[in-house]
C-alpha cells in the first residue's frame, strides 16, 4: 500500500504570543521532532511537512531526514491551504498514491503503533476514511483514501481534514485514541502538559 504522510506545521501559534508550538520541548525533543520521527518509524513514504508562518526557525529541526519540506506561503488563509500545499508536494513526490494520513505537530502522544493502527483499520475495513477518536468526535491523525483527495484540495479558509470526516461520517471508520484531546493552543495548555 502507497500511503503518504503530511504533517501540518505551518501554524503561527497566534494564542501562545507567537512562540512557535512545534519547537515546544518534551522529553529531551521538540514536538515538531517528535512527529517527525514517528512518521519517520512507519514504512510509509514520502513523509511531507508543510513548514510556514516561522519556517526559518523550524526548518532546522529537520535538517538532514529524509522528509520532503515544503513551504506554504499562503498559511495566513487557514488549515485549508496547508492541506493543499502538503498534497501538492506528496503529488511531486509519488504520484501514485493509494492513500494519506495527516497529523499535527500539537498532538504529542501519537506513535508509531497509532499510525499503523490507521492503516490496518484502512486496509481491513474497506472504509474511505479512518479518523482518530477522542473528546467524542473524530479527528487527526486522520487517514483518506485517495478518492476524497479532490475534496481535500478543494476546502477553503480554516476547514481542514475534520470538515471531510464530518461530511461523511458513513465512510469512516475510528480508531479510539483518548490521548488525541490533548490542546497546545494557549500558554496555560503547555504549562499544564509540561507539568510547570
Not at 493509494?98 to 483499520?121: C, E, I, K
Amino acid at each position: 500500500m502507497n500511503l503518504a504522510i503530511i504533517i501540518l506545521a505551518a501554524g503561527a501559534s497566534t494564542r501562545l504570543d507567537n512562540e512557535p508550538k512545534q519547537l515546544i520541548e518534551w522529553e529531551g525533543r521538540t514536538l515538531l521532532r517528535r512527529v517527525v520521527d514517528t512518521a519517520l518509524s512507519t514504512p510509509f513514504r514520502p513523509v511531507v511537512v508543510v513548514v510556514g508562518a516561522n519556517k526559518n526557525r523550524i526548518s532546522p529541526e529537520l535538517e538532514g531526514l529524509p522528509v520532503t519540506i515544503i513551504d506554504n506561503q499562503h498559511w495566513q488563509q487557514g488549515l485549508s491551504s496547508s492541506v493543499k500545499t502538503g498534497l501538492a508536494a506528496v503529488y511531486l513526490t509519488q504520484k501514485d498514491i493509494d492513500a494519506v494520513l495527516f497529523l499535527l505537530t500539537d498532538q504529542p502522544h501519537v506513535d508509531r503503533g497509532l499510525l499503523l493502527q490507521l492503516a490496518q483499520v484502512y486496509q481491513e475495513s474497506g472504509k474511505g476514511i479512518v479518523a482518530s477518536g477522542y473528546a467524542g468526535s473524530l479527528g487527526v491523525p486522520a487517514l483518506f483514501d485517495r478518492k476524497y483527495i479532490s475534496e481535500l484540495l478543494s476546502l477553503e479558509g480554516d476547514k481542514g481534514a475534520k470538515w471531510v470526516i464530518k461530511n461523511h461520517a458513513d465512510d469512516c471508520a475510528e480508531v479510539p485514541f483518548e490521548s488525541g484531546n490533548i490542546d497546545l493552543d494557549t500558554g496555560e495548555d503547555v504549562v499544564r502538559f509540561l507539568g510547570l
